[in-house]
């Protein structure tokens, strides 16, 4: 799937929750979901930077908006984001199989790291590019506290707390391949790709095995991906960072 994403606050609609960084609170689509729920059957999904228009833009009440904007950038298009002590990200909706699971590739860029960044706590859980797969599971394996925060986000939105929710980060301590908890559900991981500031300006490309990934992180295997979508923040530092996004694949 190319795409051209906290689930640390309590975002849902179409069927999601992310519990992105911060406070928990409810995502608002600036647009009603698209009808279409992207499959494989067709093939590998691939979006572009240029489909930016087919992605469904979600706020966070309270908080301001990350800019996000097609630009050209390094001699190729680019999902370009912007974020001012801001939170929001763009998602698609998706139904893939737990069989049909293989590999996702893509392509991002930093400018800067956010100094006070620490996805390890709550109150400065920011990251400068996230890329965010939701996926469903059996939810009566829930603990006590997960199985409210679901039956709450379904009562504000109409749809469960997805089973598990992982995400793609880049952190500015934590060692390549680290597995982060969220601070406020386990059923919401950080697998670190990047770490540092060595690699900053520069395009990066990476391959990922989405069921291994999923294993790793969650100690058993994935159910059927229900979103992914793709996220700059830095509302909880209150800093500003730039980031691109390039091209997601799916397949």
Not at 31 to 40: D, E
Not at 121 to 140: C, K, M, Q, T
Not at 207 to 233: C, H, N
């Amino acid at each position: 799937m190319i795409f051209s994403c906290a689930w640390t606050r309590v975002a849902g609609c179409f069927c999601w929750l992310i519990v992105l960084s911060g406070c928990a609170s409810l995502g608002v689509p600036d647009k009603p979901p698209a009808a279409a729920v992207l499959t494989l059957e067709k093939g590998p999904l691939h979006f572009s930077p240029k489909d930016k228009v087919k992605w469904e833009a979600v706020t966070l009440p309270g908080k301001v908006r990350t800019a996000f904007s097609l630009e050209k950038h390094g001699q190729r298009e680019a999902l370009s984001a912007h974020a001012q002590s801001s939170a929001s990200y763009l998602r698609q909706r998706v139904h893939i199989p737990p069989d049909q699971l293989g590999r996702l590739q893509f392509d991002w860029q930093v400018d800067n790291l956010m100094a006070q960044a620490d996805m390890t706590e709550a109150d400065r859980e920011d990251s400068p590019v996230r890329l965010i797969l939701a996926f469903e599971g059996d939810r009566s394996r829930f603990s006590a506290k997960n199985a409210m925060l679901s039956d709450l986000t379904e009562a504000l939105t109409g749809e469960p707390l997805p089973y598990a929710t992982l995400m793609y980060v880049w952190a500015n301590h934590r060692p390549v391949g680290a597995v982060i908890v969220n601070p406020r559900t386990d059923r919401v991981r950080k697998l670190v790709v990047e770490s540092g500031a060595q690699r900053l300006k520069q395009w990066l490309s990476y391959q990922r095995d989405v069921r291994a990934d999923f294993e790793k992180a969650f100690g058993e295997a994935p159910g059927a991906l229900l979103g992914i979508a793709i996220m700059t923040d830095s509302d909880n530092t209150r800093s500003q960072v730039r980031a691109w996004y390039g091209d997601i694949r799916l397949d």
